[in-house]
């Protein structure tokens, strides 16, 4: 039966990919909404192919002391990546095949943990791909950003908690801890179920909930938080270290808590978060399933498990808390709700564990295929529409350069870049496969002083325009030298 549920569940991850033209994706460099941030991780992983040391993460931006160390989470998905390049014949984007395969894994361990309660192989898989449509995970999965792979590692941690209750098994215990601490340490924001299951676990040792099973009523799930706890704590000081030792700081890496803005802005953040976050949160199909499973939950809550009673109401504080701590962040950044996916995982969980007489009838069968099917429209609408995004502020596809293409220009490899037509840190620079500074560094308006200060002290060089018209004479002045342009940049060196 499990061989059965593998093969469907591989069967509609095929069709889900090719709906959401993974077969397009899957070649892209950083692309489309939030190229910004996807173009630090994949920085940081074109690095790890100039320089494999695993604890030298760098970026392509050199900051203010010429400095590219710099990290935020975990950078081990980014070393793999680098590693994969090596390979002959190797995709040219590693990262996003990396997020591919953990959806696949992801969304495998939650049909998973639905067929050992329906078995069913046909509705844990048609359940697991409705998951998998939420559009901030189909867009953010095989991308360069950690979020989608922090959610997908959560999933892989209820099922490696649902084996060790199953077994009373220390081993899966142990896989479940190691789940955790790859999810946090990729995303600190994803310990929301960690610490949701913690709290419930001392809640039912409190109260002698565990007496009648063995390993949760034994000290093994103290040192598997402490493990957990340590780990992270380790991690998040060496981050810390790092990048204070090297002058550098990570973006976005604080909080931006609700209780910092007054009245007007946290209502246009509302609206902002309706309007531009909400749409490519969950998927219709999604939704109602999840929506079905709250109506079951609050319907029957006095009956549930100690479980299902307590975990989903410790993971909405969780939930809350974080919204209110990143608030800011809800305005653009339709990432920093990934990690809010696993309350409607929890309760769309619960409507398929709960209603297995329901998913045998022919309504049932027929209601989770329609879910499926609304949740694939949905999320094939939204990825279709963001293939087609671009602007001002995008950098094309056409214009990241081959290693081939950057030689034959005869452009140096020790060329320190000024990219003033880039608002972010590490877009153009990595486009380019170099290093330098953008305007993210200095605002768009860059005086003189800037300029000289940067070529005497920091061996400013070159400068790369994609719009010519900018060439004025203060730049004219520093970089009088014209190099032969190609796929819309405009090419500028220093006077020998």
Not at 30 to 54: E, K, L, M, T, V
Request: hydrophobic share 50%; proline share 6%.
């Amino acid at each position: 039966m499990l061989g059965r549920f593998t093969l469907l569940y591989t069967a509609l991850f095929v069709a889900y990919s090719l709906v959401n033209r993974y077969d397009v994706w899957l070649t892209l460099p950083p692309a489309s909404i939030h190229q910004w941030r996807q173009a630090d991780g994949a920085a940081i992983a074109w690095n790890y192919g100039q320089n494999p040391d695993f604890f030298q993460p760098r970026i392509n931006n050199l900051f203010t002391a010429a400095d590219p160390h710099a990290v935020g989470e975990w950078p081990g998905l980014y070393w793999l990546a680098a590693w994969i390049k090596r390979i002959p014949g190797a995709p040219d984007y590693p990262l996003r095949w990396i997020g591919w395969l953990l959806l696949y894994a992801g969304g495998w361990a939650f049909g998973w943990m639905v067929m050992q309660w329906i078995r069913k192989p046909m509705v844990s898989a048609l359940g697991a791909i409705t998951i998998l449509s939420a559009p901030v995970l189909s867009y953010y999965g095989p991308s360069s950003l950690p979020d989608a792979p922090a959610f997908c590692a959560v999933l892989l941690l209820m099922a490696c908690l649902m084996r060790a209750h199953q077994r009373q098994s220390l081993a899966w215990l142990g896989a479940a801890t190691l789940a955790a601490m790859l999810a946090i340490s990729l995303k600190i924001s994803s310990a929301i179920l960690p610490l949701a299951l913690m709290v419930t676990w001392w809640h039912g040792k409190l109260r002698r909930h565990w007496a009648n099973l063995p390993l949760w009523n034994s000290y093994w799930p103290i040192a598997a938080q402490l493990v957990l706890i340590s780990a992270i704590l380790l991690l998040r000081i060496w981050i810390h270290q790092y990048n204070t030792q090297h002058g550098t700081g990570y973006f976005l890496s604080s909080t931006r808590p609700v209780w910092l803005y007054d009245g007007h802005f946290i209502l246009e953040t509302m609206r902002m978060t309706a309007r531009q976050v909400a749409p490519y949160f969950l998927s219709i199909g999604f939704f109602a399933g999840a929506l079905a499973g709250v109506w079951a939950y609050v319907r029957a809550w006095k009956k549930q498990s100690f479980f299902w009673k307590y975990v989903p109401v410790w993971s909405l504080a969780g939930s809350t808390v974080y919204f209110l701590l990143w608030f800011r962040m809800f305005r653009e950044h339709d990432y920093y709700s990934l990690c809010l996916l696993i309350l409607p995982t929890l309760m769309w969980l619960f409507a398929l564990l709960h209603w297995p007489e329901w998913w045998n009838g022919a309504l049932g069968r027929s209601a989770i295929w329609w879910l499926c099917g609304l949740g694939l429209m949905h999320s094939h609408v939204v990825m279709s529409g963001r293939l087609r995004t671009t602007g001002p502020n995008y950098l094309p596809i056409t214009a990241f350069l081959e290693e081939q293409t950057r030689q034959g220009l005869g452009l140096p490899n020790d060329a320190r870049w000024l990219c003033p037509d880039d608002p972010s840190p590490n877009t153009h620079l990595l486009a380019l496969r170099g290093y330098g500074w953008t305007a993210y560094n200095f605002g768009h308006q860059i005086p003189a002083d800037t300029i000289r200060f940067y070529q005497q002290k920091h061996q400013l060089s070159h400068l790369a325009l994609r719009d010519s018209t900018r060439y004025d004479s203060v730049y004219r002045a520093f970089f009088p030298k014209p190099i032969k342009g190609v796929r819309g940049w405009y090419f500028y060196g220093w006077k020998e």
